[in-house]
């Protein structure tokens, strides 16, 4: 860039004293920087957007249920946020308040040994497979995949694509996932074979709501639609379980204390009113 390296160096270090942080040491980086040469850069997951449907004390839909913090339904609709700490100790102190309440006013219910066998006999299915797929390599595939077709730019064929990637992954690659070893003391390969299924149903709803948002908003960007449509999308995409694949439905945004915008905007303009009004909708405080 055009920022002189003394000043850009004496930036830097105000966050990364010694050129060092959180364990890692990018004095390396440093002397590539001095010296002219590249660095490679590349985005990746820092925020969650959406989670749990909650109520205002935080309880989802299964009673006794409490969610909070990035696993919760966003408290920053399509803006993102760099460490959320505010919203992990806010939200945390009134689901477990909430949570507290809850359980003492509600006896434990009876333990239901039929679907806890059943529970159980899922879970160990990895570690008694003959013909194992290797769940690390799988992993990786499906990160490569999700990267390519679920990253911040974002049209509907590549989002079709995921999907009917991951549709396949959860009917030939899931049911046969193993491990190299039955011990079950911090398994890490049974562990991640369990989060494997996860990942997938966390990434199909991610694609199928980037799908049905026809429209860019916050770090949603659609080439195919790249208006902020205020008048047709202020509103949330819900998900619920369903037998075949997940039910879609819709829930506007209620404003108590902001005036919402209306029309059609061009995405940056949009990105730019947020910034102002510190705001993700871009309305008046």
């Not at 966050?15 to 942080?21: H, I, L, M, Q, T």
């Not at 074979?193 to 908003?217: F, P, W």
């Amino acid at each position: 860039g055009d920022t002189p390296w003394p000043e850009f160096e004496a930036k830097a270090l105000r966050s990364y004293p010694d050129w060092k942080a959180k364990g890692v040491d990018f004095s390396g980086v440093a002397r590539n920087l001095r010296d002219g040469e590249g660095v490679e850069v590349a985005g990746a997951a820092e925020y969650f957007e959406g989670g749990v449907w909650v109520d205002e004390s935080f309880a989802s839909s299964i009673p006794g249920l409490y969610a909070a913090g990035e696993c919760a339904v966003s408290l920053f609709g399509a803006n993102r946020v760099a460490a959320a700490t505010m919203e992990m100790l806010v939200s945390g102190a009134i689901a477990g308040e909430a949570a507290g309440a809850f359980s003492k006013a509600n006896a434990s219910p009876s333990p239901d040994n039929r679907m806890a066998e059943q529970i159980i006999e899922s879970l160990e299915q990895p570690l008694h497979r003959s013909k194992k797929v290797q769940v690390g390599h799988a992993r990786h595939e499906l990160q490569l995949e999700a990267s390519k077709y679920l990253g911040p730019v974002r049209c509907a064929s590549e989002l079709e694509t995921l999907i009917r990637i991951l549709d396949e992954i959860r009917t030939t690659v899931i049911p046969n996932l193993g491990v190299s070893t039955t011990s079950r003391t911090y398994n890490k390969e049974w562990i991640e074979c369990l989060e494997l299924a996860n990942l997938v149903t966390v990434l199909e709803l991610s694609a199928r709501g980037a799908l049905e948002r026809r429209e860019s908003r916050g770090v949603h960007y659609r080439e195919d639609f790249p208006l902020t449509d205020n008048d047709q999308w202020l509103r949330e995409i819900h998900f619920s379980t369903s037998e075949e694949k997940p039910k879609l439905s819709y829930r506007p945004v209620r404003s108590t204390s902001l005036s919402l915008p209306s029309g059609k905007k061009p995405y940056q303009e949009m990105i730019h009113d947020m910034m102002c009004a510190h705001s993700d909708v871009g309305g008046h405080h």
